[in-house]
């Protein structure tokens, strides 16, 4: 492999504490083809990446994720590895995480931080809140990831063109690990470093805002892939919300009060609670028939072929 064969894609805005390092870094392991996509940046990011070798590209609208699809439009080089600009990576480990989409065992490779992250990488909140999100795409998508919010990343080319991305914000490296699983490919994990952010460049993650609306696009996005997650979780929120009422209606009940309209109520939840089972369970066998169709289609191409 050619070391001008593998884009290395920054993602930037306001980096410039960090950014010429890093580039330096990647240079000094080898890799020369280096493109920042910067959002508009007022601190001289974009300067201090051209300076250093890299091709710099203005976003041309805003946030992480619609800097990333920019740029995946612009890429032709067979090999990409992603990773964030401000200096929590480091480019030595971009050999480790290239490897088993060389070796061609992988399309996709999430570099792990949850093994061996430093001290301070990460706030409590943080670590609870990455478990949390794991545990939910796990159950959302039966894959276990170790780290689907990454943002230090190796793909092939046919991967990343491959991959509907449409998320604007911080929810892209969800969107693409979403999108990886869905279109089949084969992805792997390898245990990276990951440092504390420096001092001078502040994080543009909120963790709340946008911790829900990672969780919502997991969420989202489950309901074609999963429908009786999907449609499971409120089925299961009516009902049991349903039981609770219901309970203590059955309870004053036998202590000689009627409540009538909480009465209607509780039926209402369980009716409608259960329904979400059935159009669940309606939606989970339309996809198993689509998939089948689908299959079907495919091998016939394969037979034509
Ligand atoms: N081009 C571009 N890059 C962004 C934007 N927001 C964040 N980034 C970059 O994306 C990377 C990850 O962002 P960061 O704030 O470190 O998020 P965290 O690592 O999840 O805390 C960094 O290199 C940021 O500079 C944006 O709106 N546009
Ligand atoms: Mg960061």
Known sequence: MNSADVCILIPTLNEAATIGQLIKDFKQEGFSNILVIDGNS????????????????????KGKGQAMIQAFGLIESPY???????????AQEAHSILKPVLEGHADHVIGNRLEKYSQGAFTRLNLVGNHLINMFFDIAYGVKLKDILSGYRAFTLESVKELELNKTGFEIETEISVECILKRQKVEEVPITYLPRSEKGSTKLNPVKDGFRIGSTIYKLAKLHNPMFYFGIIGFILIITGLFTGTFIVV????????????????????????????????DFILTLHRQTVRLIMEQNKQKK
């Open 252 to 283: 004053e009940w036998f202590r000689g009060t009627d409540h009538i309209p909480l009465t209607i109520l509780t039926t209402l939840l369980i009716i409608f609670g259960l329904q979400m089972f059935i159009f669940g369970t309606l939606s």
């Open 42 to 61: 007022k601190d001289g990011t974009g300067q201090i990446a051209k300076a250093e070798g890299a091709k710099v590209v203005m976003q041309t609208g």
């Open 80 to 90: 990409v590895i992603m990773v964030d600009g401000d200096g929590t990576y480091l």
